[in-house]
């Protein structure tokens, strides 16, 4: 599967990211199929120069297929390229099996000890 994601480059404490189309499988900064933008995280957020993208490369991708990660689709959608909704997980706040499991017997435990 190809994903359009962040290539991390630049120095210690100072990251600049390469927006680049890639198999899911190959590492972070590693081999990469195209490079089809930039994305500066230390500019502020109104500069011109925080984020470039090849806007005729990245739509192409997408039509063949690519699936622009989590970060990559807010930036994309800010330029109005892609639609990106916030997803929420209503299951996080649950408390796991185990954790419902021992939840259910001090309960019964507490339901005994009120009985006698």
Do not use: C
Not at 17 to 32: K, L, N, Q
Not at 87 to 100: F, M, T, V, W
Request: proline share 5%; aromatic share 6%; charged share 35%.
């Amino acid at each position: 599967m190809l994903k359009i994601r962040l290539a991390r480059g630049g120095a210690k404490k100072r990251p600049y990211y390469s927006i680049v189309v890639a198999d899911s499988h190959s590492p972070r900064d590693g081999r990469f199929i195209e490079k089809v933008g930039a994305f500066n995280p230390l500019l502020p957020k109104d500069h011109a120069d925080r984020t470039n993208f090849k806007v005729e490369r990245i739509q192409e991708w997408i039509s063949k297929g690519a699936q622009p990660t989590d970060r990559v689709a807010r930036l994309l959608s800010a330029q109005g390229i892609v639609k990106w909704e916030a997803g929420s997980n209503l299951k996080k706040g649950e408390p796991g099996k185990k954790s419902q499991e021992r939840a259910a017997e001090r309960a019964q435990r507490e339901a005994d000890r009120a009985e006698a």
